[in-house]
């Protein structure tokens, strides 16, 4: 019979712990990995209510989408993007880079991170960069973007979109999302 109890407690003792010791480690996957990594990191995107754009950013003469069109988001930068219905707040053209950086907060390397804009990159002027280069970041879209050393995994002469919508996840209404690309938008139908 002490032999049961002892049995049963030892069973209690070695399950708490586990569990304990499974919420104590961090997720420690790189943004948009997996869906659950973009959960974690999507809590600290920046959702600038402003619609500030950079200094020297140019509307776009004849962008595919016009602003306030209705458009389908066909990519999943973030949880509940992907099938959400958005609202062009603006269009412009401009190089967009996808890089990879280490955010300047600790944690994580984020990888292929998508987009920042050329007029967003330190001291870079009209030099566009190619893959491999390495910049500074000013963007801050995210914590521990802006001053961060990153690396251009590609690049590309293309018109970006500011957006508004509301996640499929049923979120909180996004407004001013930076930034989109034709090619990840679609007309609604």
């Not at 200094?55 to 458009?71: D, F």
């Not at 959400?84 to 990888?111: C, E, L, N, Q, W």
Request: net charge neutral; hydrophobic share 30%; charged share 30%.
């Amino acid at each position: 019979m002490k032999w049961k109890g002892f049995t049963v407690l030892l069973a209690a003792v070695l399950a708490l712990s586990a569990c304990g010791k499974a919420e104590q480690e961090p997720d420690k996957k790189p943004h948009h990995e997996s869906s659950q990594s973009q959960k974690d990191n999507h809590s600290t995107m920046k959702h600038e209510d402003s619609g500030e754009i950079p200094a020297g950013l140019k509307k776009a003469e004849r962008p595919t989408y016009a602003a306030g069109s209705q458009v389908k988001i066909k990519t999943g930068h973030m949880p509940g993007m992907k099938g959400a219905t958005a609202t062009i707040v603006g269009a412009y053209d401009t190089m967009a880079y996808a890089v990879s950086y280490d955010p300047t907060t600790g944690g994580a390397r984020v990888k292929n991170h998508k987009w920042i804009i050329q007029e967003e990159l330190r001291d870079a002027g009209d030099k566009e960069q190619k893959p491999g280069d390495r910049v500074t970041l000013e963007a801050d879209h995210m914590e521990g973007m802006k001053g961060a050393k990153a690396i251009i995994d590609s690049a590309k002469q293309t018109t970006v979109y500011m957006i508004d919508y509301k996640p499929t996840d049923g979120g909180k209404e996004v407004k001013n999302h930076k930034w989109v690309t034709d090619d990840e938008l679609s007309p609604v139908q």
